[in-house]
């Protein structure tokens, strides 16, 4: 039977709290693409979304992108948008029983502070078990790298999915900056990696696992992941 959105209870959208790339100084954080373009497919359904990050509060941006991208520039000029995401709840504050899924938006960020938080495990484990939808797209499935089920098993492993690629690291001259290469971790951990080439809109949808390759998959994602709730 399927849903309406009145009846769903929430999506939890998780940015990092990480602003710096490791030891180079050099700053990121989130991308703001990857949250406002599957915002945006979610709030046209009525679908309501919260905001997380790591330590809470105001979450860093890595770098304000084109404002010509009218999804970005309309939610960067929206009050409440700009208060949640300025005002993000800290996940490990957050009961994963209170929403029907969890998105993990990309940005550099992600790989220093998504794969080992206990709060980022927990609360893919509750909504997994629960029957609820993981979803991450770019390098928001470094949240993935050591997630498991209830039962202990590894979350990824036999799961096809999508992620920032080697080669995409290697053409944004990050490969020597990241702490690992998450294609490569995510393979390692028993995943079926679908690589497309180089900034190819890449979504795959394997059961309740729903991951995008890059930022040019984000509007993609939120329209699965929409359908998958609806569902």
Known sequence: MTQQAS???????VVTSNAVKGATGIPTGYNLAEVT???????AAGIRVEFASIL?????????EDMKDPVIAHYWADADFRHAIAHTLRLDDVDP????????AGGHGTM????????????IREIDAAGGIVSAVCHGPA?????????????????????FTNGEEE???????????????????GAQHQTAANWANN?????????GQNPQSAARLGEALRDALFA
């Open 97 to 104: 029983s209170r929403y029907s899924a969890i998105f993990f």
């Open 37 to 43: 373009h599957p915002l945006e497919k979610l709030h």
């Open 7 to 13: 009846e769903l209870k929430p999506v939890l959208f």
């Open 56 to 64: 809470g509060g105001d979450a860093p941006l890595d770098g304000l």
């Open 171 to 189: 053409e944004v001259q990050s490969t020597h900056v990241v702490p690992f290469l998450l294609e490569s971790t995510l393979v390692e951990r």
């Open 112 to 123: 220093w502070d998504f794969p080992d938080s206990p709060a980022v495990q927990k609360a």
């Open 203 to 211: 979504v795959v949808v394997d059961g309740r696992l729903i991951t």
């Open 143 to 163: 949240a993935l790298v050591n997630a498991r089920r209830a039962d202990g098993s590894l979350l990824v492993t036999g799961k096809r999915l999508a992620a």
